[in-house]
């Protein structure tokens, strides 16, 4: 066990735990935010670099501190390493600079966006970001195309993460989809538009943390804070059927995966709870789920706004 | 006598003094009270004709609400829900969809209000709505919601809110009334 010190909280983890993962251990927070890494899938992480951290003293035995701000995603621990995430006003002078450098060509369209209200990137630029952008070229700008008949690419919202490429690749057999051309050209697509015909490939949409990727099925149907989070599960052969179904009275308007408080894919019995196309984009009926109950969300979050919840969950009694 | 102490000084006594003859007449006061009537005759009135008349508003007076066109006359609305989740008296609800081909002189953004209703029995005119748009496409102006005897009338529509291309609302004394600072 190597001992580490995240902004003044000591911690004993593993050794080859990442920062980002000490400081989740520890919780709360000192846990730097993460557009990329996505612990669920092996891989993702060290693009974005929102999640730079200062690392104020390297080990015990070579106290210096690294002279460059690190991706807490991507940098392992060593013993005695003290880290500064929420104390560092470098760190959060950079991020700053990071979330300027991810909205530059990202449209400010939330009005229109079916991700707003569970944004990584809206609530990252409500804590970091200017009030006026400095930026005066044109954005690059793509028509939204269709990846397989049920997902929506907005390519001009993507801060290409490559989460998405990790879920083809990862949960799919074949991947027909991935990042093509580099550097202001890159884009994500699928290989002269190829349909994606997999029963996970609909996990693209939980995972992406901006609104490139949005499902078909609800696209502009409502905002998320209208709706009702539910717990829902079915019997289903190919994924865990546990989901959460977004219901506007007795109306799934859609379903997703259960997600934590870092917005990844919750763990199901052990496994990860992606869910199948099926769950996600054909079953529409409530009768077709058994309803656990409202799903808890952070009452800071916008999506508990007008929900009039008391802690045992909304009495169901009816008015005459 | 044992009396209760009374708890503030307002008390007074009643007095039932004997009327003098004069004031048995009762006629020296008929005749001062209609001459305060009738100084009144000449005095400026207070009120005005409605709705011959109307009183001049306040350039922020909150009345019926407008969902405003831009210059081309296409529609501000995005259908963000921003105003119906800001409305205190929950008034308002919409239902969006997405604009298509051919549409672009209509809707200004790829998303807009298929429908959009507020409930004016409901509405308490706070400008909550107007303060939430990112848009600028909802304000409240100084017309004034007119009665009725229907329940069902107050639910307006579309078709009452969106402004007419041939009969713009102004609202530009709304904008600058420094709630907006100028983009």
Known sequence: MVKVTIDDVQIEVEPGTTILNAARQIGGDVVPPAMCFYSKLPGTGGKCRTCLVEVAAGSEKDPRPMPK??????TQVMDGM?????????????????????????????????????????DLGFQHGGAKTRYEEERRTYDPIDIGNKIKLHMNR????????????????????????????????????????????????????????????????????????????????????????????????RVTARKDKYGEVEDQDGKTGWICNDCRFEKKDPAKWSIEGPRKINRHSVISQGHYQSPRGNSQKKIN | MNTMQSLTDRKKVVSKKEMTFMEKLYLPAII?????????????????????????????????????????????????????????????????????????????????????????????????????????????????????FERDEFVYGKDRLVEQLNDRIDITKRQHTGKRSKI
Request: with cysteine.
């Open chain 2, 32 to 148: 001062g009270g209609m001459w305060i009537t009738f100084k009144h005759l000449f005095r400026k009135n207070n009120t005005v004709k409605y709705p011959e008349e109307t009183r001049e508003f306040a350039p922020v007076y909150r009345g019926q609400h407008v969902l405003k066109r831009d210059e081309e006359g296409r529609e501000n609305c995005t259908a963000c829900g921003l105003c119906a989740v800001a409305c205190p008296a929950e008034a308002i609800t919409m239902v969006a969809a997405e604009r298509v081909k051919g549409e672009e002189n209509l809707y200004r953004e790829e998303k807009y209000a298929e429908k959009y209703e507020i409930n004016m029995l409901r509405c308490i005119f706070c400008g909550l709505c107007e303060e939430a748009c990112p848009k600028e496409a909802i304000f409240l102006t100084d017309r004034i919601v007119p009665s009725n």
């Open chain 1, 158 to 253: 993507c801060i290409l993460c490559y989460r998405c490429v990790h879920v083809a690749n990862q949960l799919t057999d074949s991947r027909v989809h991935g990042v093509l051309n580099r550097g202001e050209h890159a884009e994500i697509s699928t290989y002269i538009e190829n349909a994606i015909e997999n029963d996970f490939s609909g996990n693209m949409i939980d995972v992406c943390p901006v609104g490139a990727l949005t499902d078909k099925t609800f696209r502009f149907k409502s905002r998320v804070w209208f709706l009702k989070p539910m717990d829902v599960s079915c019997e289903c052969t190919k994924c865990s059927g546990k989901a959460v179904a977004w219901m506007f009275g007795d109306e799934i308007y």
């Open chain 1, 69 to 74: 701000l690190m991706a807490s995603c991507s």
């Open chain 1, 82 to 122: 003290i880290v500064k995430n929420k104390t560092s006003e470098r760190v959060q002078e950079g991020r700053g600079g990071v979330v300027e450098f991810l909205l530059i060509n990202h449209p400010l369209d939330c009005p229109v966006c079916d991700q707003a209200g569970e944004c990584n990137l809206q």
